[in-house]
Nanobody
Framework: QVQLVESGGGLVQAGGSLRLSCAAS????????MGWFRQAPGKEREFVAT????????EYASSVKGRFTISRDNAKNTVYLQMNSLKPEDTAVYFC???????????????WGQGTQVTVSS
């Protein structure tokens, strides 16, 4: 069992930056692929980024590639999402998730945090 708690969301102007954190409980954190997803009002939850257990494999949605960076610190049981050059269309609730397998689909992930709101003003 893994429990996930996101933090770091907030209100930022377009072009600004935020760093999201996701703290995990459980001794098996280091064995999980971790992902970030987001959900805007009236839209489906969408993939943002994913990282494998060692941090050697990273994947990004095309809409955030080059602006967002996912990373993890297994010693701290934490995964991060550094978001730069934010745009109003990045406004959403951001969720971290843990998975034993799968990459891009929400249904591939077994554990979810409660989400943190990111609002980008124009």
């Amino acid at each position: 069992q893994v429990q996930l708690v996101e933090s770091g969301g907030g209100l930022v102007q377009a072009g600004g930056s935020l760093r999201l954190s996701c703290a995990a409980s459980g001794r098996t954190f280091g064995s999980y692929r971790m992902g970030w997803f987001r959900q805007a009002p009236g839209k489906e939850r969408e993939f943002v980024a994913t990282i494998n257990w060692s941090g050697s494999s990273l994947e990004y949605a095309s809409s955030v590639k080059g602006r967002f960076t996912i990373s993890r610190d297994n010693a701290k049981n934490t995964v991060y999402l550094q978001m730069n050059s934010l745009k109003p269309e990045d406004t959403a609730v951001y969720f971290c998730a843990a998975s034993g397998a799968g990459f891009y689909r929400p249904e591939d992930y077994d554990y979810w945090g409660q989400g943190t709101q990111v609002t980008v003003s124009s």
